[in-house]
């Protein structure tokens, strides 16, 4: 069941369209990738379905039929730009986000104490926010959106500009809140963290959406191949063995470079046995073999290009 589906999703401010059409579908307990260079509309999308920006037309519904106004009191949002107040404490701060909702007395003190332990910050509970190193702000931010539980968190950017330790931080957190029962919607250029948490993937580029489906959906679908390496030492003659490569059904192209020969294919249970076999007959030995596996980067560059996107 859907916990959240945007249908034809449009906004445009004067000339530009900022969101162009966009669907999405995202099911109960997901880790969903919104993935975007500058500018693609990945923010004006999350502002539109959080009801702070109103959308021209398309349609935002929550769980049930719902709409933003009675469903808000169920998402936590962690904003890109930091919504920490400098002169409170990291305790202050999440008690007041989290007091907001409702929550007071025993129960507001323990969520506080809960989300300040998860993002690995008990320890400067009392410690004002202002003076913290960028990553542990960040983390600050993250425990701040999500203390009193909601079903659905949506993450923006959430680990730009820190340190590699409390990146790793967030995103075991992001995997906890997941398992916990929270589905995450979560928006970021990083493609090793969509990799690495998301089940499901949407990329975006000029308010379109341009591709969805899982890591391996996206990659099979624009047919980008996997890479197979044959090592046979410098002094091998690899012209007959490339031939033979070539008209084998799954290869997609063929290369040498000194004594190794690099494959590009789709997926072939038999085609290593195949290579081998042909390799045999041309009388060669395989020193060594390696294969790496097109990337969602590789992917996403295909889609969105490779000039520069600066913001404006």
Not at 55 to 70: M, W
Not at 121 to 130: F, N, Q, R, Y
Not at 151 to 167: A, F, Y
Request: with cysteine.
């Amino acid at each position: 069941m859907a916990l959240l589906e945007i249908k034809g999703l449009q906004k445009a401010f004067k000339d530009v369209k900022a969101v162009d059409g966009v669907d999405l579908s995202i099911e109960a307990q997901e880790i969903y990738g919104i993935l975007g260079p500058n500018g693609a509309g990945k923010s004006t999308t999350i502002g539109c379905l959080l009801g702070l920006i109103p959308y021209d037309s398309g349609k935002v519904v929550f769980e049930n039929g719902a709409e933003i106004k009675k469903w808000s009191k169920n998402i936590g949002y962690v904003p890109q730009d930091l919504a920490i107040y400098p002169d409170l404490t990291a305790k202050e701060n999440v008690r007041f986000f989290c007091s907001l909702y409702g929550f007071k007395g025993v129960e507001l003190k323990q969520k506080v104490n809960k989300a300040l332990e998860l993002v690995g910050l008990e320890d400067v509970a009392d410690k004002k926010s202002g003076e913290f190193s960028g990553g542990m702000k960040r983390r600050l931010n993250l425990a701040c959106g999500i203390a009193r539980s909601p079903k659905l968190i949506i993450m923006g950017e959430p680990t730009v500009g820190i340190d590699p330790q409390s990146r790793n931080r967030i995103l075991e957190n992001v995997k906890a809140l997941n398992e916990a029962g929270a589905t995450i919607l979560y928006t970021t250029h990083y493609m090793p963290e969509v990799e690495e948490i998301c089940s499901k993937v949407t990329i975006i580029d000029h308010g379109k959406v341009i591709a969805t489906g899982t890591k391996a959906d996206i990659i099979g679908q624009l047919g980008n191949d996997t890479e197979l390496t044959l090592d046979f030492g410098e002094d091998a003659d690899l012209s007959g063995f490339a031939n033979a490569a070539v008209s084998m059904v799954s290869v997609h192209g063929v290369k040498t470079d000194g004594g190794k020969c690099v494959i590009k294919h789709s997926e072939d249970s038999e085609l290593l046995e195949k290579l081998m076999n042909t390799a045999h007959k041309c009388g060669l030995r395989v020193r060594s073999i390696s294969e790496q596996e097109a990337s969602l980067e590789e992917v996403f560059l295909d889609l969105t290009g490779k000039a520069l996107r600066d913001k404006k």
